[in-house]
């Protein structure tokens, strides 16, 4: 069946670097890509999205690149900080609104 | 702000128990969902709601049931509890059916199964 996977569970920072998180997915008809975080002990905040037909979508600090022609989506953290540590999950979304998730890539910001 | 809510943070139980989980959303949202949540699978989906009464299976309904008699309150019950249903169990919602609208997630709630 379709899916969405992570290339890495754990990723190590330090403190001020930029990260980069990847995420592979394999459903073509899929219309829309998030990023969401989850800190410990929350349930998941949405961070940005990026519909299909975009290569790239910027936000405050987060980048989110599409290649659809590898179907790979990546987050990009600028400056990243200690608040930054958390679970990050890509999803795809059907048109229905449905969501598939990821594995999750743990980010650990080291000062 | 978006605010759903999950009646337990964290719940035990024993085998063969009838367990509810709550969810409370307050920005009369359309849709409501139940994951279920466990280290390196992610979220899967169990059941959403579109519409009050009306519900959809998910990925992964099997042993699981829901209820849906308002439109703020989406209710995830397990007949019989086992002990493969320990896990995180979070709540969502959505404004309305499309691909462009964001979930909002409540706090989850951590079931033990004994």
């Known amino acids: 069946g379709e899916s969405v996977g992570l290339h890495l569970p754990t990723l190590s920072v330090q403190e001020g670097d930029n990260s980069i998180i990847n995420c592979a997915y394999s459903?073509?008809?899929?219309?829309?890509f998030i990023w969401y975080k989850q800190e410990s002990g929350k349930g998941p905040q949405f961070i940005i999205d990026i519909r299909s037909n975009m290569d790239k979508r910027q936000g405050q600090r987060v980048t989110v690149l599409l290649n659809k022609t590898v179907k790979h989506l990546s987050l990009q953290i600028a400056a990243t900080q200690p608040g930054d540590s958390a679970v990050y999950f890509c999803a795809e979304s059907d048109s229905w609104g449905k969501l598939q998730f990821g594995a999750g890539t743990q980010v650990v910001v080291t000062p | 702000d978006v605010k759903v809510t999950q009646s337990s943070r964290y719940l035990v139980k024993r085998t063969g128990e009838k367990v509810f989980l709550e969810c409370v959303q307050d920005?009369?949202?359309?849709?409501m969902f139940w994951y279920r949540q466990d280290p390196g699978l992610g979220l899967r989906l169990i059941y959403f709601s579109y519409d009050v009464k009306m519900k959809e299976k998910g990925d992964i309904p099997e042993g699981y049931s829901v209820s849906r008699e308002k439109k703020e309150r989406f209710s995830l019950i397990l007949e019989s509890a086992s002990t493969n249903q320990t896990s995180m169990y979070l709540c969502?919602?959505?404004?309305?059916?499309?691909?462009?609208?964001?979930?909002?997630f409540g706090p989850g709630t951590r079931l033990l199964v004994l």
């Open positions: 969502a919602s959505s404004r309305e059916r499309g691909a462009g609208e964001t979930q909002y």
């Open positions: 920005m009369d949202h359309e849709n």
């Open positions: 459903n073509s008809a899929s219309d829309y």
